[in-house]
């Protein structure tokens, strides 16, 4: 079992539709949460942190479920310019560092 | 402005060669690593180093090698113990635990 699990799409959606991402994790001392977004031939960047109480920043809304292991990612309204891979990322905080990027799950917004 | 700057963007390499990826950045960040990318797959860790002249073995090292001489500046070098090279190199720096700031990327090929 891999250790950031994420359904790698592509997700084809219209412009304005609501879609959701989920990520699963199997470190259960994992610490910290993050969703990254990368364009085609570029760098990763960082979307948003994810807390334990949910977070939301304009139409992106995060959300951790510790007891069942799993981030989720979602995104209202969608534009045209949020086709992109979003990438699930976990982290320990204590001890030896390590953090966990999952493949990525390619979204596709239509006109 | 603040950030991690790759040099080159792209590298060729010849058989039997080593070549040398660059990796500065001006964000005083302790944490710095090394991440190759190949396509449709996650990102996986090469190297890391928590502090100056200390530096660890991440997942794939086999055939790579960096220095960590001075805080700012975190080179990769590909061996030519390396027999799979190409793909996309990413330089990150972390100013806490989890949180990745990641460089432009170098993409390598091999002649």
């Known amino acids: 079992r891999k250790e950031v699990e994420q359904d790698p799409g592509p997700f084809n959606v219209p412009e304005g539709a609501t879609v959701a991402f989920n990520c699963t994790y199997s470190n259960s001392a994992s610490q910290s949460f993050f969703w990254y977004r990368q364009d085609c031939r570029k760098e990763p960047k960082l979307l948003m942190s994810v807390y334990s109480s949910g977070n939301e920043d304009g139409r992106f809304t995060a959300q951790l479920n510790r007891a069942s292991q799993y981030i989720s990612l979602l995104i209202r309204d969608s534009k045209l310019s949020d086709s992109a891979t979003y990438l699930c990322v976990v982290s320990p905080n204590t001890g030896g560092f390590k953090t966990i990027f999952g493949a990525g799950t390619r979204l596709f917004v239509k006109a | 402005d603040g950030g991690i700057t790759q040099s080159p963007k792209y590298l060729f390499r010849k058989e039997g060669q080593n070549v040398t990826l660059s990796c500065e950045q001006n964000?005083?960040?302790?944490?710095m690593y090394w991440y190759r990318q190949d396509p449709g797959q996650g990102l996986r860790l090469i190297y890391y180093s928590q502090i100056v002249n200390d530096f660890q073995k991440g997942d794939i090292a086999e055939g790579y090698s960096v220095s960590r001489e001075k805080k700012e500046s975190f080179p990769l070098t590909v061996t030519s113990a390396q027999k799979n090279p190409t793909a996309f190199y990413l330089c990150a720096s972390s100013p806490d635990w989890g949180r990745l700031d990641f460089g432009a990327g170098t993409r390598l090929s091999v002649l």
């Open positions: 964000l005083n960040h302790d944490a």
